[in-house]
């Protein structure tokens, strides 16, 4: 076993520990590597999303550089928090309803059981959602995905869409791509 310095988002030493383990998920700034062990280089992050500004969607913008939705001490973070529902649907315009797109909305409840935290992903474009058989990190069992450990927005490679993917502690990976998404938070 090994141990680690990382930093948070407010710049304060995280320590990790480490054990070997055959999980490993990569995003643009954010990547899994054993148990108990993820690097996620937030000044990078940062300066990327600082750098596309004028490419994302200003909600979503404002969602990624809020340092709060990443902190760890943060009841909006949602680093800790527990996926509650996850809906994927259709919604329909025209006059036969002919016109469809595809909606994700998505509830946490924050990682102090204060919040309600609220995604809704308009004009979808992709997803996926890849859930392992056994556990990434502990605690093992009965979880269901576990703490939602962290999660990234960034922009397609063509710069066209919006890509936010999460990463849980039994090693579920979602990854949805749109057109924009919106964030609310509500008090519990």
């Not at 890849?130 to 556990?135: G, K, L, N």
């Amino acid at each position: 076993m090994r141990t680690e310095e990382c930093l948070s988002p407010d710049s304060r030493p995280v320590r990790t520990s480490h054990t070997t383990h055959p999980h490993f998920y990569k995003m643009k700034f954010f990547e899994s590597q054993q148990v108990g062990e993820y690097d996620f280089d937030f000044s990078s992050y940062q300066r990327y999303l600082q750098e596309h500004r004028d490419l994302f969607p200003p909600d979503v913008y404002a969602f990624a550089i809020d340092t709060g939705n990443y902190d760890l001490r943060s009841h909006q973070s949602l680093h800790d928090a527990w996926l509650e529902r996850f809906c994927i649907s259709e919604p329909a315009s025209g006059e036969r309803s002919e016109i469809r797109a595809i909606q994700i909305e998505a509830s946490f409840l924050g990682p102090y059981h204060d919040l309600k935290i609220h995604l809704v992903y308009s004009g979808v474009i992709e997803y996926s959602i890849v859930t392992p058989q056994d556990f990434a990190h502990p605690p093992f069992a009965t979880i269901g995905h576990g703490d939602l450990l962290i999660h990234e927005v960034s922009l397609t490679d063509d710069n066209q869409a919006v890509v936010h993917e999460w990463y849980f502690s039994r090693g579920s990976v979602f990854r949805i791509v749109c057109e924009t998404f919106r964030h609310s938070v509500e008090i519990i």
